[in-house]
T-cell receptor, first 115, second 113 residues
Framework: DAGVIQSPRHEVTEMGQEVTLRCKPISGHDYLFWYRQTMMRGLELLIYFNNNVPIDDSGMPEDRFSAKMPNASFSTLKIQPSEPRDSAVYFC?????????????FGDGTRLSIL | GNSVTQMEGPVTLSEEAFLTINCTYTATGYPSLFWYVQYPGEGLQLLLKATKADDKGSNKGFEATYRKETTSFHLEKGSVQVSDSAVYFCALHSGGGADGLTFGKGTHLIIQP
């Protein structure tokens, strides 16, 4: 079975540019999560969706960040305009529920570098 | 709020050594606890989990026991291999309304032949 698929794997762009990260969750999973990983702060939850509806976006750092889930098989995380401090690895994860026996499955991440 | 504290790394061991990576937590409600592993260039993979007090999660020779009295979930392995070199994350899900995982900062494990 295909796991969580993220694209691109790597993105290098100049500050001020718009960046769009993409995620395809595992088919049948109702929950989708976006995380950011940095050396300083570790793994942070940015936002998550349930049945395509954003439930909690309190982890989104600021208005430059936005996320959408137009359908059950696709989500985007957008940064506009991008800044060097946004450089990080961004992970998408999905799960069939949020109980302990329904763990999250992670994609391989997008390594973002803002110059 | 919820938090997870892991021992700082990197942890460097020789092959066949005994491994312990400490993890303690603070949470509301009755959390489920997880260990995830991240190999270089890859995403996180679930290693093991425990959903209630005194449960022991195990996988690939790794074990961790959910200790409510000490709010701990230490990861152990009796004999490590070079292929175990990775970053290990302790995480919790509180089940108290917040549906995301709370992660520790990760412990980088290096196994030398």
């Amino acid at each position: 079975d295909a796991g969580v698929i993220q694209s691109p794997r790597h993105e290098v762009t100049e500050m001020g540019q718009e960046v769009t990260l993409r995620c395809k969750p595992i088919s049948g999973h109702d929950y989708l999560f976006w995380y950011r990983q940095t050396m300083m702060r570790g793994l942070e939850l940015l936002i998550y969706f349930n049945n395509n509806v954003p439930i909690d976006d309190s982890g989104m750092p600021e208005d430059r960040f936005s996320a959408k889930m137009p359908n059950a098989s696709f989500s985007t995380l957008k940064i506009q305009p991008s800044e060097p401090r946004d450089s990080a690895v961004y992970f998408c994860a999905s799960s069939s529920g949020v109980r302990g026996n329904q763990p999250q499955h992670f994609g391989d991440g997008t390594r973002l570098s803002i110059l | 709020g919820n938090s997870v504290t892991q021992m700082e790394g990197p942890v460097t061991l020789s092959e066949e050594a005994f491994l312990t990576i400490n993890c303690t937590y603070t949470a509301t409600g009755y959390p489920s606890l997880f260990w995830y592993v991240q190999y270089p260039g890859e995403g996180l993979q679930l290693l093991l989990k425990a959903t209630k007090a005194d449960d022991k999660g195990s996988n690939k020779g790794f074990e961790a026991t959910y200790r409510k009295e000490t709010t701990s979930f230490h990861l152990e392995k009796g004999s490590v291999q070079v292929s175990d070199s990775a970053v290990y994350f302790c995480a919790l899900h509180s089940g108290g309304g917040a549906d995301g995982l709370t992660f520790g900062k990760g412990t980088h494990l290096i196994i030398q032949p």
